[in-house]
């Protein structure tokens, strides 16, 4: 069965390219393709994806969110200036990176699992390339009208009403284009304040340069390149061949009942034949241009259109729909040899990545729940190393960095274990302990600390100090050096 299968899958592209071969070129030229509309519930189930993640996108950076003090009011905001990741209530520092590097392997472990059991579903209703390019040949269609009429007006002179159709189309392009490179800079600064700042001329110069880039980029890729972004730019298609099997649930054609195929005239019957009529309308549906018939292609991104377009054949000529459905290999092929269909969810690659992304969500969940409002560490003066004072004590020097990662100010008090009899100081300030500190909201403050201790105390390389506020206590190595070893 797998040797069948993966016969099967062979790339419409490397199809192209082995008949450009024998026709003594290397490459075909690219072909334009031009999707016909189709009506369905996969049909509606995109419109539905696409405005909803355009609205996402779109509406996201205008989005408010209630900070104390100057901190910014944006909701999602990667402040690069301030150093801060801002989600709602959660706020990430540069160091924290591991959050956002957790974040990235949950959704690739996601992307992983749901590749697994249901095919390329992200590929076909929730990429960028797709949603955008969806987005632009419903503006196309709009101008020029459905497959036909767009195909007769490419191969006609021009002429005036060529000439605003044609215009009209890429100027409204270009507008939604600019539309997303616009929407794209408002996640890396305040929306109103930069939106202002743009149209004013007052703008960073990477807000006007990010701006061009994803607006060029959008225009052609969902523009111009389309499928063959999917096809030659994009790595996914090659990878996910390493995660589906035979039971991965996708766009399928069930050449068990559709074959032989063949033309049917009104009136005849379906004795000996399949149910196939062979009207090429899954293959004018595809905005990937190519024949479901032919098995798992590389560029098919299981978007169900052709599962739309047959079933309107299927109600014309009174057969049961469904032809082409979301189905597995292994249950095409267990039906053709007459035995009951196979569907396994539960396999040792799903049930992999599923355990794995609860492992991976749970570890950010946790590290989210414990994550210690304050942060400090010691950095312990190296020239000079220690002071002899003149009554013969030891004196070190700190510098104790204290984040304090909450919205308000907080007062920390730092105490120091280790070394017994220390006392501690602040620049200007008494002896004692517990030494106070005032860290502002959402900074990092530099507390300077100096430990004295009495003669004859040993080097203390297990010191640390202790900085206690804000519900936390958290605890910051270092030594305490005295020359003992050397004057030994």
């Not at 905001?77 to 949950?106: A, C, K, M, N, S």
């Not at 992983?112 to 059991?117: G, S």
């Not at 570890?363 to 004072?389: C, I, K, M, Q």
Request: aromatic share 12%; glycine share 10%.
């Amino acid at each position: 069965m797998n040797t069948v299968i993966d016969t099967t899958r062979r790339s419409t592209a490397d199809k192209a390219r082995e008949k450009a071969k024998g026709d003594g070129g290397l490459y075909k030229p690219r072909t334009p393709i031009y999707p016909k509309l189709v009506h369905g519930q996969w049909r509606r189930i995109k419109w539905a994806l696409l405005i909803l993640t355009l609205t996402i996108y779109y509406v996201t950076p205008w989005l408010r969110w209630d900070r104390p003090g100057a901190l910014p009011d944006q909701a999602v905001l990667v402040d690069f200036f301030g150093g801060r990741f801002y989600f709602f209530g959660i706020q990430l520092w540069p160091q924290e990176v591991h959050f956002i590097t957790g974040l990235l392997v949950i959704a690739a472990l996601a992307l992983f699992l749901v590749t697994a059991l249901f095919g390329r579903l992200w590929c076909g209703y929730a990429c960028p390339q797709t949603v955008w390019t969806d987005l632009y040949i419903y503006i196309e269609r709009a101008f020029e009208g459905d497959r036909n009429a767009r195909m007769r007006l490419a191969g006609a002179p021009w002429s005036f009403d060529k000439l605003w159709r044609k215009g009209g189309k890429h100027a409204v392009w270009l507008g939604v284009a600019f539309g997303t490179g616009g929407a794209w800079i408002f996640y890396f600064r305040d929306a109103p304040t930069l939106l202002v700042e743009f149209w004013t001329g007052r703008a960073p110069i990477e807000s006007y340069v990010s701006c061009a880039l994803l607006t060029a980029t959008t225009y052609i890729f969902a523009g111009h390149l389309r499928e063959q972004v999917c096809t030659y730019m994009c790595p996914w298609p090659r990878i996910q061949g390493a995660m589906l099997d035979q039971h991965s649930l996708q766009v399928t054609y069930r050449f068990d009942r559709g074959e032989p195929r063949g033309a049917h005239k009104k009136g005849q019957g379906w004795e000996g034949r399949g149910d196939c009529i062979d009207c090429q309308a899954c293959v004018v549906a595809c905005p990937m241009g190519i024949d479901i018939r032919n098995g798992s292609q590389l560029e098919c991104i299981n978007c169900g259109l052709c599962i739309d377009a047959c079933d309107e054949i299927m109600d014309r000529v009174a057969r049961p729909r469904a032809l082409i459905a979301y189905d597995t290999d292994a249950a095409v092929a267990a039906r053709s040899l007459g035995q009951p269909s196979i569907y396994r969810l539960l396999r040792s690659r799903t049930v992999f990545y599923a355990l794995a992304l609860c492992v991976v969500s749970t570890l950010v969940v946790y590290g989210l729940s414990v994550r210690s409002p304050l942060e400090a560490h010691a950095l312990r003066d190296r020239n000079p190393t220690f002071v002899r004072l003149h009554d013969g004590s030891i004196r070190n020097g700190y510098t104790l960095k204290v984040a304090n990662r909450t919205f308000e100010a907080q007062t920390v008090e730092i105490t120091l274990e280790g070394v017994p009899g220390a006392a501690l100081r602040s620049p200007g300030g008494p002896t004692g302990a517990p030494l106070r500190a005032v860290i502002p909201a959402n900074e990092v403050r530099a507390v300077r600390v100096f430990v004295t201790a009495a003669r004859g105390q040993a080097d203390q390389p297990a010191a640390k100090f202790l900085v206690r506020g804000a519900g936390a206590e958290i605890v910051a190595e270092t030594t305490f050096l005295t020359g003992a070893q050397a004057d030994s």
